[in-house]
């Protein structure tokens, strides 16, 4: 458990004091992957169940990854008749969507000179403070791809095994990419800083290690307890999403992987307290 600690290799955290006040929390942030881009995605709950269970939560901001409003309307409309602040990215930025109590400012869609990157920033004040927030759906093994196209073609399921290799390898250089591309954003930068979404990777690998070389903290590690699964699909377990933070005006109070079936990614919120540093 020690080694676990250190390396935060396994997503099993033990933290005595799991929930601090949170009544001294002056930002809630909910993230989750609800895997609702196309129309043939397939997932549990009426729009009306889901919309419901993300107001449920009362978040400060909500952060979603694989939604299309322009499908899935009634979730949208539903969202923004409880948050006066939102912003819709088009298919080309992996649907990524946010809605907030809080005026949004300075948002950009992170972009290369080849691409769109599938990440956005956006700055918030809270308490005084202007905290650059990300909301960020990085690149996907898309082990499940190959998966059903596989199933679907009727053919044995270790034929899909190169493809499968090919598309992990391609999936990690991009992320490293990607994963610099984000940095090179905040470099210079002494700003508080969220990082959150769906990073499509797991504690300790080489996107986590980055980041938490460059002063991020992992809002689970603080606090969480217990298992911190957040991909539940194909009967596979993993902690792809994440809520990092950075900054010395920015203090965890508690988070928790929510129990929901709506979506193969379970939803994560975080209650944090932001202070001025003078």
Known sequence: MAVNWQMEAFPFSFNIKSDR???KSNIKILTCNLNRAYTTSENNGTEQEVADFIRKQEADVVLLQEFNPLIYKQIDDILRNSYPYGIDDDEGNRFKSVYSRYVIKEYKQLTTEKEVLPVCSMEVCV??????????????NEFSTVYRAVKNSHKNLLSGVPKSISSIMRGYKTRQYQ????????VNSEQPVFLCGDLNDVCGSRVLRSFKKAGFKDAWWQLGNGLGFTYWGMNMRFRLDHILYR??????????????????HRPMVATFCVKKCF
């Open 21 to 23: 006040d949170a009544n």
């Open 127 to 140: 308490n005084g403070v202007n905290i650059l927030v990300f909301n960020c759906h990085l690149k996907s």
């Open 179 to 186: 994963t610099r591309m984000i940095l090179n954003e905040i």
């Open 247 to 264: 900054g010395k005006s920015i203090s965890p109070n508690s988070i928790k992987v929510l129990n929901s079936n709506f979506s193969d």
